[in-house]
């Protein structure tokens, strides 16, 4: 997926979709506000007849809107305005982003990141709205055989900022973003891999690849033998029912400061866990792997 930032009036966007939003007060937000002039009321004729009344969860897709260069014009619900903060527009977000993938559309300009939220700034709205949209757009269709996908999927989404002279401050914000999703998406895939693929030499195989041809993180995999020596026979004794050797692995990031307290973050990294295996409800077995 493709992120990118803009500013600019929704009514002159050249585009497959743009999103905009709707109050449960029934107003207009803004930017839907101007589509409606340029349109001569054609949002608030749609509203006063009922076809939405801007509940969260709602959206309403219309096509051809007059004076409005954009093919499509998703409206979407985003309930109370003065209720929108941090959990609210993550939802409206998402149903945003999910309504914009059943379109067809291959790209969307979205002016839900103008938003007003208390507190949050440009950055943090685009920061958690390209995060949002990853989360929502994944699919893991590694080990399917047949893509049943009958058309092309979404390719590109452009959030907007209120001001050109914001460009410049959020720009940044797509690129940590997107940072961040990408590691997300790792360590879902990871997860949604059988235990018969993803075992603990796999786990090992993509850390070592993750510091590959990076300097400020290293990685270090103990094998069975040497927790041996570290007498580290708690940890051992659970592999022993195993097949695959079990594998302690250690990535360490250096980039911070010297002065800065170092964070330690310990994970099992059990690829499959059988404690109890017994007594865990049958239609959950396979949740196992995600230990």
């Known amino acids: 997926m493709d992120f990118s930032i803009k500013s600019g009036s ?18 207009l937000s803004n930017p839907a506000k101007t ?8 949002l608030s004729a749609l509203i006063r007849r009922g076809d939405m009344d801007g509940d969260k969860g709602q959206h309403l897709l219309l096509h051809n809107v007059p004076g409005v260069m954009a093919d499509r014009v998703l409206l979407i619900g985003c309930g109370k305005e003065r209720e929108i903060d941090d959990r609210n527009y993550r939802a409206i977000i998402e149903n945003s982003v999910n309504a914009l993938n059943k379109t067809g559309a291959l790209e969307g300009i979205n002016y839900l990141s103008e938003l007003n939220i208390k507190g949050r700034d440009g950055s943090w709205k685009i920061k958690q709205a390209v995060e949002i949209a990853e989360h929502t757009l994944y699919k893991f269709n590694e080990l399917k055989s047949k893509n049943k996908q009958l058309r092309r999927p979404l390719r590109k989404i452009t959030f907007t900022v209120p001001t050109r002279r914001e460009l410049t401050k959020c720009e940044p914000a797509i690129k940590y ?9 790792l360590t879902r895939d990871l997860g949604n891999y059988p235990s018969n693929i993803c075992t603990p030499n796999y786990l090992a195989e993509q850390a070592i690849k993750l510091a590959k041809n990076r300097t400020s993180l290293t990685v270090n995999v103990l094998e069975e033998s040497d927790m041996e020596k570290l007498g580290m026979g708690s940890l051992l004794s659970v592999s022993q029912g195993s097949s695959e050797p079990a594998k ?14 170092p964070v330690v973050i310990i994970g099992k990294g059990v690829t499959f866990d059988t404690g109890g295996i017994s007594i865990k409800p049958s ?9």
Do not use: N, W
């Open 10 to 27: 929704p009514e002159k966007q050249r585009t497959a979709c743009v999103i905009v939003g709707i109050f449960s007060t029934r107003r």
């Open 35 to 42: 589509i409606d002039i340029a349109s001569k009321q054609h």
């Open 177 to 185: 973003a997107c940072a961040i999703a990408k590691g997300i998406k």
């Open 248 to 261: 302690l692995i250690t990535l360490e990031y250096r980039a911070g400061k010297k002065s800065q307290k």
């Open 283 to 291: 239609q959950a077995m396979d949740e196992m792997k995600y230990d």
